[in-house]
């Protein structure tokens, strides 16, 4: 089927849905969803033209992994966006089974994607090859195929081209797996976009002191951020070590320098961005005000994933909110972009509210949707607990030094649980969606992302300690 078509049929499926999707009372009130169908990895994040342009791999005919197309969303401010017709779709030779991830730049006042062609045989035979698509204007795009196969020594994973210009270089690194099922990410540069030279692996399973490291390393995303090289990745296939690696899939960076001329990249110890259940594929941009800006995937494909509710109202997934990343000593700090601050209304506060061992609520904040800052922490108490809409809870042990998040998980409503250390927790800052939860600790030094799908009539929040816990906090409606 030829392109026009396949968009076609896609605007179909939306217009048939729109009003089941539409009425679903999951629906979030101030994220990135699919009209309708299955949202996941953040494609072509780029400020274009004074335009932020946020593609997204994107199954409008049904709520799983199928055949992918690009959608899109541009926005001027961050908050508030539009769906933009089809960027992508699948329907060349080299991309028969699906559009896949990828990245955006800009060259000589072009936009530029660069994405993976996904092609199956019939008898399941995997093949992979990175394409590359033009447009004047940011919405229209010309496809130019394949501007690199697969390389030896590797399998048909290779995927995800993440590209950038450092002084008159274009360089790409794209995630793979190699022979041996080990994975790695690889580096290409170039001069002219279509030409691509080869450098092979600069690091991977096995490689830079790791160890073994996962069977696949998808979506990665290599930047300068505070002069340290930042290496994001999603590795497939680590086993959980204590409180760590507990969704089927991880995402994280390595904090490290890139050696342009080996090349080579040595870097730190593997962190993962995100302490939640719904975290994956993130990408990054920087935007004209200098900012290091990330999206990411608020999904997982694990065996839950079709258990969600929304699922009955034909659609699933989006993604997280707009977050600026800084850099302190080795770590990566994630904070909600200042954008979203206009959205605020309604503001409540309390201040030096008391709890203890009888459970509190306060009488003005509630709701199923909103923003809560709590600082001025002080806790004489080993515990505390913050539970939102029945559904889902913050936990505090300072005598374990650990912080959780429970909720009830999609399949039988059994509570799952994530954890992660941390040495005193000063703020909290919520963003609370009908389905979603991101909590930032510590002005983002940790974050919890996750969805979760309370009773809908259920708008409470209430808090609970071992012994003394105080706190100011402040509330807004989100508009």
Request: proline share 4%; aromatic share 14%.
């Amino acid at each position: 089927m030829n392109q026009q078509d396949l968009i076609e049929k896609a605007n179909q499926e939306v217009e048939r849905n729109r009003e089941k999707v539409e009425s679903d009372p999951y629906r979030l009130k101030f994220h990135l969803m699919p009209p309708v169908g299955l949202l996941n990895d953040p494609n072509g994040f780029i400020q274009y033209k004074g335009v932020y342009h946020l593609f997204y791999q994107w199954n409008p005919f049904e709520t799983a992994h199928g055949s992918k197309f690009w959608g899109h969303y541009t926005s001027k401010d961050l908050v508030n966006w539009e769906h933009e017709p089809i960027a992508l779709a699948p329907s060349e030779w080299f991309e028969k089974n699906g559009c896949y991830s990828g990245s955006a730049i800009e060259h000589d006042g072009k936009m530029v994607l660069f994405y993976t062609g996904n092609v199956k045989s019939e008898e399941g035979e995997r093949e992979t090859y990175q394409c590359m698509a033009v447009s004047s204007d940011g919405f229209t795009f010309e496809k130019m195929g394949p501007v690199i196969h697969l390389p030896e020594g590797y399998t048909a994973h290779f995927r995800d081209p993440k590209v950038w210009k450092r002084e008159d270089t274009w360089y790409m690194v794209l995630g793979a797996q190699d022979l041996n099922e080990q994975g790695k990410v690889v580096l290409y540069s170039s001069q002219n976009l279509t030409d691509w030279e080869f450098h092979g692996d600069i690091t991977g399973s096995d490689l830079n002191g790791l160890g073994p490291f996962g069977y696949m390393w998808e979506c990665p995303d290599l930047f300068e951020l505070d002069g340290k090289d930042i290496l994001l990745v999603s590795p497939q296939g680590l086993e959980p070590e204590g409180d760590l690696y507990h969704n089927l899939f991880q995402a994280g960076y390595f904090v490290g320098e890139l050696d342009y001329e080996k090349p080579s990249y040595q870097h730190g110890a593997f962190a993962e961005l995100d302490r939640g259940f719904d975290f994956y594929a993130p990408q990054t941009t920087i935007d004209e005000k200098g900012r290091r800006l990330l999206f990411a995937w608020m999904g997982m494909t694990d065996d839950y994933e079709k258990y969600q509710p929304t699922i009955e109202n034909g659609w699933i997934h989006a993604m997280t909110l707009p977050r600026v990343l800084s850099i302190k000593g080795e770590k990566v700090i994630q904070q909600p972009v200042e954008e979203l601050k206009p959205l605020r209304k309604n503001e409540v506060a309390y201040e030096n509210v008391q709890v203890n061992t009888e459970i509190v609520t306060l009488d003005k904040i509630h709701g199923k949707t909103m923003e809560m800052l709590i600082d001025g922490m002080s806790y004489h108490s080993d515990s505390f607990e913050i539970t939102f809409r029945g559904a889902a809870s913050f936990f505090y042990s300072a005598k374990d030094n650990k912080m959780s998040l429970h909720r009830k998980n999609f399949k039988d409503g059994r509570v799952e649980s994530r954890h992660c250390q941390i040495y005193g927790i000063k703020k909290l800052h919520v963003f609370l969606d009908t389905s979603s939860i991101e909590i930032f600790v510590n002005d983002g030094e940790e974050v919890f992302t996750a969805r979760f799908y309370p009773s809908t009539k259920n708008e409470s929040i209430s808090f609970k300690a071992e012994r003394n816990l105080q706190f100011n906090i402040k509330k807004w409606d989100l508009a």
